[in-house]
């Protein structure tokens, strides 16, 4: 038989590429350490404590006899329920599987090899793995002590420069920019320049940035908003794009023709109606954030403000709080990844989940106050 080197055959930036590091999985953890699943809490990957909005679920329930149909790909009902919540045209809207899948739409569409594709170090991660996955050149502009700096990034565009990627609040660092900062960068972009602005957390604010005012002028901007976090569908995957009819249509045409699944659209079409559970998230949200910040500062331990629903804290030695604290049952994201070993980033959790991670912690490092 042939000797195959299929090694040989793959792309050689596909062989360089680290794949994402997600949160570790309750199964895993379960399996691994002997624990039961229902003793594990995961406060790893900012998703929302109190689970799915009810609504989805029964939405769900309802239109599972359906699966054997496609899904209507175009997203009709989602995309004019969205279109009538925020008064924004249909043609303005791309659905996504995930608001990553967004991120990925906008490097199909807007980018080549001979572009080159501006982020901040320590922002969301999936910008640069798609710039290695698309091959594409990639600058990370310095932070401004693990903020944005705009100015910074301003001065790093070029005229090869096809997209900047900004999340704001952003992750892993729970930052905001100034909303009149923002907008001025806005205002200031070059034309050639597509900014990609990621809203995943842009419900968590109390004073969201009119982002929205600038699409419907007409600025060359992309937010990218999701159902994973506020509404809690994660797991079904389901997020969108807004941006000028043209660069819609660009993303519209670079997507699957069924990537967004009908479970997904009919869960989320429920979800954005559920005023109920988004102001319950919310709410619980600002306690355990109130909480999680108040110790830590009682604690003397550094952390960095947040406005999203997870804490960037400085423990020391990172893979050891996150292996100890797994131990116990507790998942937490170790900071190694990102560059930061000293840090942790905990997802604001339930009240008795933020109490039971903190009195963890608290043993783990020796605090007594
Ligand atoms: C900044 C940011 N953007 C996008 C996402 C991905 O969201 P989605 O689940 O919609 O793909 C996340 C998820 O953690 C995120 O932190």
């Not at 679920?57 to 149909?69: C, G, L, P, R």
């Not at 501006?118 to 050149?137: D, E, G, W």
């Amino acid at each position: 038989m042939t000797t195959y080197n299929i090694q040989n055959l793959v792309n050689s930036h596909i062989l360089d590429l680290r794949p994402y590091e997600p949160g570790k999985p309750i199964d895993d953890v379960a399996r691994e350490l002997g624990l039961a699943p229902h003793t594990i809490i995961k406060l790893a990957s900012n998703e929302n404590p109190i689970g799915p909005s009810p609504k989805a679920i029964e939405a769900i329930k309802q239109h599972s006899t359906q699966m054997h149909i496609y899904p209507d790909g175009g997203g009709y009902h989602l995309r004019h329920a969205l279109s009538k919540k925020i008064n924004l045209p249909t043609d303005h809207i791309v659905l996504g599987n995930g608001s990553n899948e967004i991120i990925e739409l906008a490097y199909h569409a807007f980018t080549d090899g001979n572009c080159n594709v501006i982020t901040s170090r320590y922002a969301f991660v999936v910008y640069k793995l798609m710039a290695q996955l698309f091959n594409v050149p990639f600058i990370e502009v310095a932070d401004n002590n693990l903020h944005y700096d705009l100015e910074a990034i301003q001065k790093a565009i070029n005229a090869q420069t096809r997209l900047v990627f900004i999340a704001n609040p952003n992750n892993p660092t729970g930052t905001r920019i100034p909303n009149k900062e923002l907008i001025e960068f806005i205002e200031s972009l070059p034309s050639h320049v597509i900014l990609c602005l990621d809203e995943a957390y842009y419900e968590f604010l109390q004073d969201p940035p009119p982002t929205l005012d600038l699409v419907r002028q007409g600025y060359p901007i992309i937010l990218m908003r999701t159902f994973s976090k506020i509404q809690g569908l994660a797991g079904l995957r389901i997020g969108y794009g807004l941006c000028h009819p043209t660069i819609a249509d660009a993303l519209q045409r670079s997507r699957q023709p069924f990537n967004t699944n009908s479970l997904a659209q009919a869960a989320a079409l429920a979800a954005l109606e559920d005023e109920n559970h988004i102001e319950k998230t919310i709410d619980m949200n600002n306690a355990g954030r109130a909480l999680l910040e108040e110790t830590f500062t009682r604690w003397q331990l550094p952390f960095v403000p947040t406005s999203a629903n997870f804490v960037l804290v400085k423990t020391g030695n990172a893979q050891k709080t996150f292996e100890s604290l797994l131990r116990q049952g507790i998942i937490i994201r170790s900071m190694v990844p990102y560059g930061l070993p000293d840090w942790i980033r905990v997802t604001i959790g339930t009240p008795e989940q933020n109490v039971r991670f903190l009195e963890s912690l608290k043993s783990l490092l020796n605090i007594r106050t």
